[in-house]
C-alpha cells in the first residue's frame, strides 16, 4: 500500500515557475514508478510525466506539452516525487496529480494504482 499527498500548487503568473511534491508512505516507495498527470475543468486527465524505479537521468519521458518546461525527479531516501514546471502557460492551470505503480512507468493513468488527492495550480495570463 502506497499513500500519495502532493504540495506546491499555487497561484503563479505565466512564465512562473512551481515544484510540486508528492511524499508517499511506506517503505517501498522506491519499487514504485511515479507519474503526474493533470486535470483541467471539463476536460479528462491527462499524463504529464513519468519516472521510472531506478532514475539515473534517462528513465523519465514527458508529454510533449510539457517537454522541455518541466522536470520530474524523486528522491528514494525521502520517498518524495518532484515536478518542477518552469514557463508556466494558462493552459497549464489545471488540478495536479501524482500516481504510483508497482513496476516501469507508463503514461498510461488507468494503469496507476495509487492516486494522491490533488493540487490546484493556477496560471494567470
Known amino acids: 500500500q502506497v499513500q500519495l499527498v502532493e504540495s506546491g500548487g499555487g497561484l503563479v503568473q505565466a512564465g512562473g515557475s512551481l515544484r510540486l511534491s508528492c511524499a508517499a508512505s511506506?517503505?517501498?516507495?522506491?519499487?514504485?514508478?511515479m507519474g503526474w498527470f493533470r486535470q483541467a475543468p471539463g476536460k479528462e486527465r491527462e499524463f504529464v510525466a513519468a519516472i521510472n524505479i531506478n532514475w539515473s537521468g534517462g528513465s523519465s519521458y514527458y508529454a510533449d506539452s510539457v517537454k522541455g518546461r518541466f522536470t520530474i525527479s524523486r528522491d528514494n531516501a525521502k520517498n518524495t516525487a518532484y515536478l518542477q514546471m518552469n514557463r508556466l502557460k494558462p493552459e497549464d492551470t489545471a488540478v495536479y496529480y501524482c500516481a504510483a505503480r508497482y513496476g516501469n512507468s507508463v503514461s498510461n493513468p488507468n494503469e496507476y494504482g495509487y492516486w494522491g488527492q490533488g493540487t490546484q495550480v493556477t496560471v494567470s495570463s
Open positions: 511506506g517503505r517501498t516507495f522506491s519499487s514504485y514508478a
